[in-house]
């Protein structure tokens, strides 16, 4: 009887014993083929950094030989010094550097990138590189020079070692010190270099970057937890004597950052609202409930909105923006005054799409951006300003509008909405010097939502 159950079993047991050998020699396959894929990618992101920091030395040289009458060529050179760094910085990021040291070489090449594209994207002929610029350029050129080399100089040494990246990440994530490693020491050296360096002068523009922003200093009394709790229950329509839970909470005490928090427990579910301290501002309020069907339209939507704002006391304000998700209309309003549209003070309405319920505003651009300037005259008038679009543009709606450009600079714009090519944009040029700071598609659903100007 043993013998006959033996004799069954052992068969059994020899294809499962190959079964399991054929399994693991798959997943120690599987696994070599992962770890060969992932050493190629960080393989080719090297080199591949190496390339656009010897490609970055040699644009920044370029841009230096070019004399200052020659405006183009010193834009096209800066222009290719800010896609170099950029390309950089994309590699870089490919590669398992996280636990290194590595911060002063990445702050460096993004401010960098930065500073160029900024120099880039403005007028040179009107306003060319200043003495100091060029001389921050100098500087660029020569520690890039450095920077290139020192990264030669650890592609030389990984490859006559035949160094792994995949031991450079295992060694980087060991909880113990990271073992001795060229490429390892080489990332280390380079970032020891970058620290012993003095600061580059970036100039306003870039440095403003990096520098906390102040927030508008608010007007009105400083609020209290009672008149906070006033006013969320008045802005809900609800009574002192509703007998539902309120909970205030204090944020950023001591700060210019000071808040009160508040949450109320209500039937339907947790109402959140957020205020200011200063002035007792509401800066957020969110309802979250679920909204399982649409039966307004997008016009309906707006006017839902455009009351709530009204019968809220925040004054004129112009639709700019629509969208949707999950049966909620989502609007975003700029104020408005003059008949001149404030972009960067602005605020979103959430409108659930069922009922028309306000469940969501998002204020605190509106709150703390700077209020509508009494001064504003544009130095070209309207018919001036559509010479410069396209021909081919067929204006809709035009007026003035306040943006915030690619320089962080609040300016005076004239706003062109209108079709080219079968498709509508939003294109915004200086009201000053003609020049084009924004040009922006116009979703279909957001070509509806607008409304007339002039």
């Known amino acids: 009887m043993y013998q006959r159950i033996s004799a069954v079993l052992f068969p059994i047991a020899a294809v499962a014993l190959v079964a399991v050998g054929i399994w693991g020699y798959q997943e120690h396959q599987e696994k070599n083929s992962i770890l060969i894929k992932a050493e190629n990618q960080y393989q080719r992101a090297f080199h591949e950094l190496s390339h656009y920091m010897n490609l970055l030395q040699e644009e920044l040289g370029k841009t230096m030989a070019v004399g200052g009458t020659a405006k183009a060529y010193q834009q096209r050179h800066l222009i290719q010094i800010w896609r170099m760094t950029s390309q950089a910085q994309n590699q870089i990021s490919q590669l398992p550097l996280a636990l290194l040291p590595f911060h002063k070489t990445q702050e460096f090449l993004d401010k960098m990138a930065n500073f160029t594209y900024r120099a880039s994207i403005r007028d040179l002929d009107k306003n060319p590189l200043s003495p100091e610029e060029l001389k921050t350029l100098m500087t660029l050129y020569e520690r890039s020079k450095e920077l290139a080399k020192e990264i030669q100089q650890i592609q030389t040494a990984s490859l006559s070692d035949n160094l792994r990246w995949m031991d450079v990440e295992m060694a980087l994530a060991s909880e113990q ?27 306003p523009s870039v440095q403003s970057l990096y520098e906390k922003r ?6 009105g009394p400083v609020a209290d937890e009672g008149e906070i709790r006033r006013k969320a229950l008045r802005f809900l329509g609800l ?15 001591g700060t210019e950052y000071e808040s009160f928090s508040v949450t109320l427990d209500t039937p339907q579910g947790p109402v959140s609202l957020d205020y200011s301290k200063q002035g007792g501002e509401l800066l957020w309020y969110m309802n979250p409930r679920e909204v399982t069907v649409r039966r307004l339209s997008i016009e309906e939507a707006r006017d839902k909105a455009e009351r709530f704002l009204r019968n809220n006391g925040y004054g004129e304000m112009f639709p700019i923006n629509y969208d949707q998700y999950n049966n909620i209309g989502s609007l975003t309003f700029a104020a408005s005054a003059n008949g001149i549209v404030y972009y960067p003070k602005k605020l979103t309405v959430n409108v659930a799409l069922d009922n028309g319920e306000i469940i969501g505003l998002q204020a605190h651009d509106y709150v703390y951006g700077s209020p509508p ?29 306040y943006i915030e450009n690619d320089l962080e600079e609040e300016v005076l714009c004239y706003e062109f909405t209108g079709k080219i090519n079968g498709s509508d944009y939003r294109i915004f040029i200086n009201a000053e010097n003609g020049s084009e700071e924004k040009v922006e598609t116009i979703k279909p659903a957001e070509a509806a939502f607008g409304q007339e100007r002039s």
């Open 177 to 203: 010190s990271p073992m001795d490693n060229a490429i390892i020491d080489g990332f280390k050296t380079v970032d020891n270099k970058m620290t012993e360096y003095s600061e580059v002068n970036w100039g």
């Open 214 to 219: 102040e927030l508008r200093p608010l007007t």
């Open 239 to 253: 009574a002192e004597d509703a007998g539902l839970k309120l909970e205030i909470v204090e944020n950023g005490k």
């Open 373 to 401: 300037r009494t001064e504003a005259k544009p130095k070209l008038s309207r018919e001036e300003a559509v010479r410069f679009l396209h021909p081919s543009f067929t204006v809709k709606n035009s007026g003035l509008a």
